[in-house]
């Protein structure tokens, strides 16, 4: 090769502590020609497979592809992480470019049909091959691959398939620049963060201001102007629907889940309409308390007489509610949730439930001062993996807390590697010299992040493609949710909730207070939640758009400006339909839902309440089994934790619980 690969570090495996992206080394200038070589080494890896004479086998192709693209790995592990944690106009840039060169590398991948045709081989004997289980799921993930890339159209639907994953991949991270944007604009007008905003309308005495601030929130994406997001939303929905019927499905939603747990719209529209019926009711309820407190402040004069509870008094009313029924307040709590603390804390649990230990990491390769790594050991001292953290908001970073892979587990040629795994927030920080103090929301986030990173870190799988968070979306949720349960448990805040200045353990009237205030609010949490998984549902059944993605029709579905756009109307509709009331809007609205129109969830956010079911379901276990019990724990680790998705989802839980989930678990849990 050439120069090159001497300066290039993404061409060599990254020599460091536990392989861990050599970021000291990474400018920018890397990533595009890495992603090229990325590019052209696995293609030679696939030719080869193909050029194979010997008749297929699991091993010389499906095995022979797991192995295939380590640059590619390199490359994009670290390109994606920091494109989100320290996104510069540059680095935008350099995605923008990156995005269409994976897509059409993806395509060519997908649509080769000398390549299918070993795949299809195989899968056609899989029975008769003497796999494992995990080697079956491969090869049906392997499978579908194909399939659903429409390997078997015509030519001619190939290439229009090929223009469509390439625009859409675009669209998509357009739809997600926006979006940072406006979030920068919102930030700058009202000094709050978007992830700050939830929390300062709370606070907000001035309605006038919380009025302005919620506005400003809601339109996002819909301003008109260059950030807009409607026209991408309306692009996007086209070619989603036209990409779904070329493989012939009726609409997006049923192409996509017809892998997932779930396995048909119809069982997702069922699911979720049982939990609206029930979470409206609540809320309706929960507006007669808050109307209350505000009669109170009418009486008092602060409000004109006859004001009632608008979408932007929720928040401040609701914890005005709490405060009065539970005299339980925020800025009592948070002196005993330190980040470290709570850190240390989330640690700890999973000490006691599985056995492993962390270790502080110094001299490792970093890509913020704000990332901290820790060695995770297991009981007999072998490593687990590598965890990253980068808790703080910071202007670069997207909104929102995730967890993501530097390296994925998995054994390549008898040589196992151990994941790097990071996970993000965007907690509060440290100000006017005090340390950064969580609220209870923050706490229960860094415990669901961390639930992912366990998922991605125990990890014992042989093959990338099913290993750690590899399992479908609407079980993902799983071993995240279920560790938000143990966060506020009166044994496990004795563990690590100390005030930061006194190092006192929580008192017990504060622990009853968060107890009891466990499930205030569910009304309005659970009926946002499950408006937007209504609202992503009901895009992803759309059989057609009434332009049909044109330009310029009627519908004004392309026009920035808000007022008549086929968007705005479309919601509307739908949260009509869906029975949702005026005083609440859907959790994200459609020009700023970005897990759906920038990330992959697209008839996917339902997920969230779908793993709720099997989380409270399986905390019940732990209920009544004890929630360190070492053999229930013991148990999730081995069947759930280190097998990603190298079984059916179902069964792996039914391994693990003895029976199906009971779907009423998440009511109960959120006292609905
Ligand atoms: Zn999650």
């Not at 022979?64 to 935008?92: C, K, M, W």
């Not at 979720?272 to 109307?291: H, P, S, T, W």
Request: proline content about 4%.
């Amino acid at each position: 090769m050439t120069a090159v690969s001497c300066t290039n570090p993404f061409l060599a495996s990254w020599d460091t502590p536990y392989g861990i992206p050599d970021f000291s080394k990474v400018k920018e200038k890397h990533y595009i020609p890495a992603v090229k070589a990325g590019i052209e080494q696995q293609q030679a890896e696939i030719d080869a497979i193909i050029a194979d004479a010997d008749a297929p086998t699991f091993a010389n192709v499906v095995e022979a592809y797991e192995a295939s693209g380590a640059i590619l790995d390199r490359v994009v592990g670290v390109l994606f992480n920091l494109s989100e944690t320290d996104s510069t106009p540059a680095l935008q840039e350099i995605v923008g470019q990156v995005l269409p060169m994976l897509s059409e590398h993806g395509d060519n991948i997908f649509m080769n049909a000398a390549f299918f045709a070993k795949v299809d081989a195989l899968y056609g004997q899989m029975d008769a091959l003497g796999l494992t289980q995990e080697q079956k799921m491969v090869l049906e993930k392997l499978h579908r691959s194909f399939v659903q890339n429409g390997v078997a159209l015509d030519e001619a639907s190939q290439a229009r398939m090929r223009e469509i994953n390439m625009e859409l991949s675009s669209l998509s991270n357009t739809f997600g620049n926006r979006l940072l944007a406006e979030n920068n604009v919102f930030a700058a007008e009202f000094g709050v963060a978007i992830s700050e905003y939830a929390g300062t309308m709370g606070v907000t005495a001035d309605r006038d201001l919380r009025e302005r601030m919620f506005k400003a929130y809601s339109s996002r994406g819909n301003n008109g102007g260059e950030n807009d997001t409607k026209e991408l939303i309306m692009k996007m929905m086209a070619l989603r629907i036209e990409k779904a019927k070329l493989l012939g499905y009726e609409n997006p939603a049923q192409m996509i889940l017809s892998d997932k747990m779930a396995g048909n719209p119809e069982a997702v529209d069922s699911f979720l309409e049982g939990i609206m019926a029930a979470a409206v009711a609540r809320a309706k309820d929960e507006i007669v308390d808050m109307q209350a407190v505000m009669n109170e402040d009418i009486a008092a004069g602060v409000l004109p007489a006859g004001s009632v509870i608008e979408p932007w008094d929720w928040a401040y009313y609701a914890e005005r509610v709490r405060k009065a029924k539970f005299a339980l307040d925020e800025e009592q709590t948070k002196p005993y949730f330190q980040m470290e603390n709570v850190r240390a804390g989330v640690f700890e649990v999973a000490g006691k439930l599985f056995g492993l230990s962390f270790e502080k990491l110094s001299d490792i390769p970093s890509y913020h001062p704000d990332m901290e790594g820790f060695k995770v050991v297991d009981a007999d001292g072998s490593l687990i993996g590598i965890l990253l953290t980068d808790y703080f908001p910071r202007e670069t970073k997207r909104g929102g807390a995730w967890m993501n892979n530097f390296v994925n587990q998995e054994i390549v040629g008898g040589v196992e590697v151990r994941p790097v795994i990071v996970n993000v927030g965007n907690f509060s920080k440290p100000v006017d010299g005090k340390p950064s103090l969580l609220t209870l929301d923050e706490v229960g986030t860094m415990f669901h992040e961390f639930g992912h990173a366990l998922h991605g870190l125990l990890s014992q799988c042989t093959y990338k493609s099913v290993s750690g968070t590899s399992v479908p979306r609407d079980f993902v949720e799983l071993p995240s949710q279920i560790m938000e349960n143990w966060a506020f448990q009166p044994e496990v805040l004795a563990m690590y909730a100390r005030h930061y200045e006194t190092g006192e353990v929580i008192p017990a009237d504060l622990v009853a207070k968060i107890e009891a205030a466990g499930n205030f609010n569910q009304g309005f949490m659970t009926t946002e939640l499950a408006a937007a998984a209504i609202l992503d549902m009901k895009w992803h059944e759309l059989e057609a758009l009434p332009c049909g993605g044109e330009h310029k029709c009627k519908y004004n579905c392309h026009v920035g400006k808000t007022g008549e756009s086929f968007v705005e109307q479309f919601e509307a509709e739908a949260c009509r339909q869906m029975g949702l009331i005026d005083q609440i809007i859907p959790r994200y609205r459609s020009t700023y839902f970005a897990h759906i129109f920038s990330g992959g969830y697209n008839a996917g956010y339902y997920s969230y309440l779908w793993a709720e079911v099997l989380d409270k379901d399986a905390f019940e276990l732990f209920m009544q089994k004890g929630i360190f019990d070492e053999q229930t724990a013991m148990s999730f680790r081995a069947n759930i934790l280190e097998k990603g998705g190298s079984d059916e989802a179902m069964d792996l839980y039914r391994r693990f619980r003895g029976a199906d989930p009971d779907p009423k678990a998440l009511l109960r849990a959120r006292g609905l």
